[in-house]
């Protein structure tokens, strides 16, 4: 997503061009792409982002990128005001993210297992999500003491009320759900902005195979 700050009349992603936007090197290549694509931005408007929220916090039109989970809880906590979240996949943005990468060999040769380690990452999502998340909870504090409890909680809270990992094809499939035709659509995108050639075997970056089972449901 966009981060803004309140009454800068920066409340939508069409009201950003031209604007600074301060983004990661890596999202030049992914989310950018659409974004100037779809709503006509260029490069000239990117600033780099560190992933320090000093820059942002000290600016009234700053727009910076972040995680619905974690910058907006703290830039109110900081400042005593909401800010503006737009949430790329809102503005159209469908890329999966949160993936589950694996050697194409160790499918060919050991799919069971490939099976039973995506199982357990889909029961896990539900289990933390759905039940009793205090024991991830310990484990995210213990290797990052940065997450408070106020901090994950307003994260889970979040998550659920924007169906970030829960809704759209989960809810018919369960949790890792993906379609073919959610791949064809950002591959044309993805083949349209130049990032990819036209000619490229999308097929060969998925497979279904391990999904869309209704695992944990």
Same mark, same amino acid.
């Given at each position: 997503?966009?981060? /803004?700050?309140?009454?800068?009349?920066?409340?939508?992603?069409?009201?950003?061009?031209?604007?600074?936007?301060?983004?990661?090197?890596?999202?030049?290549?992914?989310?950018?792409?659409?974004?100037?694509?779809?709503?006509?931005?260029?490069?000239? #408007?990117?600033? !780099?982002?560190?992933?320090?929220?000093? !820059?942002?916090?000290?600016?009234?039109?700053?727009?910076?990128?972040?995680?619905?989970?974690?910058?907006?809880?703290?830039?109110?906590?900081?400042?005593?005001?909401?800010?503006?979240?737009?949430?790329? /996949?809102?503005?159209?943005?469908?890329?999966?993210?949160?993936?589950?990468?694996?050697? #194409?060999?160790?499918?060919?040769?050991? !799919?069971?297992?490939? #099976?039973?380690?995506?199982?357990?990452?889909?029961?896990?999502?539900?289990?933390?999500?759905?039940?009793?998340?205090?024991?991830?909870? /310990?484990?995210?504090?213990?290797?990052? !003491?940065?997450?408070?409890?106020?901090?994950?909680?307003?994260?889970?809270?979040?998550?659920?009320?924007?169906?970030?990992?829960?809704?759209?094809?989960?809810?018919?499939?369960?949790?890792?759900?993906?379609?073919?035709?959610?791949?064809?659509?950002?591959?044309?995108?993805?083949?349209?902005?130049?990032?990819?050639?036209?000619?490229?075997?999308?097929?060969?970056?998925?497979?279904?195979?391990?999904?869309?089972?209704?695992?944990?449901?």
């Amino acid at each position: 997503m966009l981060i /803004a700050h309140a009454g800068q009349g920066n409340d939508n992603l069409a009201a950003l061009k031209g604007k600074p936007i301060l983004i990661s090197t890596d999202a030049r290549a992914t989310w950018w792409q659409f974004l100037k694509r779809l709503y006509g931005y260029d490069d000239s #408007q990117i600033r !780099p982002y560190t992933f320090n929220m000093a !820059p942002f916090l000290a600016d009234k039109g700053a727009i910076q990128q972040g995680y619905l989970s974690s910058e907006p809880f703290s830039i109110e906590k900081a400042t005593g005001v909401k800010p503006v979240v737009m949430l790329l /996949a809102d503005g159209g943005y469908n890329a999966y993210s949160t993936t589950i990468e694996v050697a #194409q060999k160790l499918v060919d040769e050991k !799919p069971d297992l490939v #099976q039973r380690f995506v199982d357990a990452s889909i029961k896990g999502c539900y289990a933390y999500h759905d039940k009793d998340p205090s024991a991830g909870n /310990a484990l995210i504090k213990k290797d990052n !003491p940065e997450m408070t409890d106020d901090l994950i909680a307003n994260g889970i809270k979040l998550m659920n009320e924007y169906g970030i990992v829960d809704s759209g094809d989960t809810k018919q499939l369960g949790i890792g759900a993906m379609t073919e035709a959610r791949w064809a659509e950002f591959f044309k995108f993805a083949a349209d902005a130049g990032i990819y050639p036209r000619d490229l075997d999308v097929r060969k970056a998925y497979t279904l195979r391990f999904v869309n089972k209704r695992v944990g449901m």
